[in-house]
T-cell receptor, first 116, second 116 residues
Framework: AQKITQTQPGMFVQEKEAVTLDCTYDTSDPSYGLFWYKQPSSGEMIFLIYQGSYDQQNATEGRYSLNFQKARKSANLVISASQLGDSAMYFCAMREPNSGNTPLVFGKGTRLSVIA | EAGVTQFPSHSVIEKGQTVTLRCDPISGHDNLYWYRRVMGKEIKFLLHFVKESKQDESGMPNNRFLAERTGGTYSTLKVQPAELEDSGVYFC??????????????FGPGTRLTVL
C-alpha cells in the first residue's frame, strides 16, 4: 500500500496567489513525522517544513504552512504569496516511528509552476 | 559549512558496466542515507548507515548494489553490473545523531545515472 499519496502531478498558480499542495498518508503507528521538501531544477532537495503527529498546532515556516488534519490523514502544504522562485517539484514525506534515525518514505511529488 | 556533496553529478554507462557513486555527508553527521528516484516514481530508500555500520539495508534492490562507508565518513554505492532499470537519480542524505524528533535529513544534489 502506498504510504504517501500526492494526487497532483502538476499545479499552476499565479504569482502572489496562495496554493495548496495535497498530501495524504497511511500509517497505523501513532508516532510519525511529516515533511515537505522542495526540489528546484538545480536538483538539490531543500527541507521546508516538519509536522509531528503529536503536535497540537499546524506547523508554519515563513510563507509555508502545513494544514495537518490527523483524522483525515492529510498534511497539505500551503504556500502563500507565491513567487516565481517557488517553481519546483515538491515532495511530501513521512517517517514512522518518529525517531530521528528513521528513513523517509516519499510521495511521487507535485510539480508547481508559478506564472507571472 | 559545506552541505552534502555527491560525485559525479551525472554518469552515463552501458549495461553490464560498473559505476561507483560517492557521497560526502555533512561533517559530524553520524547518519547517512541513500535514496533513489526512478523517473516518474517515488524517491525510495535504499539503505542507512550509522557511522560505519549498516543500520538498515532493506531497500537495496539486489546484490548488484554494494554500499560502504569507510571510517564513518564518506560513502560509496557501487552498482555492478549495471542494468537498464538502475537508471535514476541517486540521492544521499545525512543527519545528526537522531536525538530530536525534528532532526532533518540534509540531501545532496543527487547523481543522475543513465544506463544504456
Amino acid at each position: 500500500a502506498q504510504k504517501i499519496t500526492q494526487t497532483q502531478p502538476g499545479m499552476f498558480v499565479q504569482e502572489k496567489e496562495a496554493v495548496t499542495l495535497d498530501c495524504t498518508y497511511d500509517t497505523s503507528d501513532p508516532s510519525y513525522g511529516l515533511f515537505w521538501y522542495k526540489q528546484p531544477s538545480s536538483g538539490e532537495m531543500i527541507f521546508l517544513i516538519y509536522q509531528g503527529s503529536y503536535d497540537q498546532q499546524n506547523a508554519t515556516e515563513g510563507r509555508y504552512s502545513l494544514n495537518f488534519q490527523k483524522a483525515r490523514k492529510s498534511a497539505n502544504l500551503v504556500i502563500s504569496a507565491s513567487q516565481l522562485g517557488d517553481s519546483a517539484m515538491y515532495f511530501c514525506a513521512m517517517r514512522e516511528p518518529n525517531s530521528g534515525n528513521t528513513p523517509l518514505v516519499f510521495g511521487k511529488g507535485t510539480r508547481l509552476s508559478v506564472i507571472a | 559549512e559545506a552541505g552534502v556533496t555527491q560525485f559525479p553529478s551525472h554518469s552515463v554507462i552501458e549495461k553490464g558496466q560498473t559505476v561507483t557513486l560517492r557521497c560526502d555527508p555533512i561533517s559530524g553527521h553520524d547518519n547517512l542515507y541513500w535514496y533513489r528516484r526512478v523517473m516518474g516514481k517515488e524517491i525510495k530508500f535504499l539503505l542507512h548507515f550509522v557511522k560505519e555500520s549498516k543500520q538498515d539495508e532493506s531497500g537495496m534492490p539486489n546484490n548488484r548494489f554494494l554500499a560502504e562507508r569507510t571510517g564513518g565518513t564518506y560513502s560509496t554505492l557501487k552498482v555492478q553490473p549495471a542494468e537498464l532499470e538502475d537508471s535514476g537519480v541517486y540521492f544521499c542524505a545525512s543527519s545528526q545523531a537522531g536525538t530530536s524528533f525534528v532532526d532533518e535529513q540534509f540531501f545532496g544534489p543527487g547523481t543522475r545515472l543513465t544506463v544504456l
